[in-house]
């Protein structure tokens, strides 16, 4: 996988992040900077070991499944990004508590993540590095947070659904390249 790639897959994995941090920045206008830090080194280190995760999963059953691995990758990547196609749409929940703090930011941290997860089982079928992908896609989480706190108010309600929009598209289009690369190069052989 190429860098440019690596960061369209952090990018599209990470405007999920993005619309919550604008749901939080919108929730919280006065937030200090503990919070946002907090927020963002959690959203950040979560981002950075899931794809590890996925990746020691995908790991343990290459052998097994080598033959058909591109199409395990494109299906993953694209039921993700038709995942936040399908949710682009839908209105972001208000919080009731301090987002920054206790269960609400692990489950905030999980439900924004998980993905990355999935991701991780798809490189360690394609032998990509994942410690490349981690860094990645961790910085694109803390950069995602940072921009969707800090402007959470002023880009508005409207953005949310458009940054899972253009997430999705992102993520699909790294899956449809894999599964286009791998037939070509298996028309190659």
């Known amino acids: ?43 950040a280190l979560f981002h950075f070991l899931m794809p590890a995760l996925g990746w020691l999963a995908g790991i343990s059953i290459q052998q097994q499944i080598r033959s058909f691995d591109h199409w395990i990758a494109f299906v993953l990547l694209s039921a993700l990004g038709i995942k936040m196609i399908k949710d682009w749409r839908s209105e972001e929940d208000v919080f009731s508590n301090d987002p920054t703090r206790g269960m609400t930011m692990v489950t905030l941290c999980i439900a924004t993540s998980i993905d990355a997860l999935a991701v991780g089982v798809s490189i360690a079928l394609l032998h990509v590095d994942v410690w490349q992908v981690g860094i990645l896609v961790g910085l694109s989480a803390a950069l995602m947070t940072t921009i969707g706190l800090n402007f959470g108010r002023s880009i508005g309600q409207k953005m949310q659904s458009w940054a899972r929009l253009f997430g999705g598209l ?15 190069i298996a028309g190659m052989v």
């Open 1 to 43: 996988m190429l860098i440019l790639e690596v960061l369209a897959l952090a990018l599209g994995l990470t405007m999920d992040v993005l619309s919550v941090s604008i749901a939080v920045g919108l929730s919280l206008p006065d937030s200090s900077l503990r919070q946002r830090l907090r927020l963002t080194f959690h959203f």
């Open 170 to 184: 992102a993520i699909i289009a790294v899956g449809v390249k894999i599964l286009i690369d791998h037939s070509h």
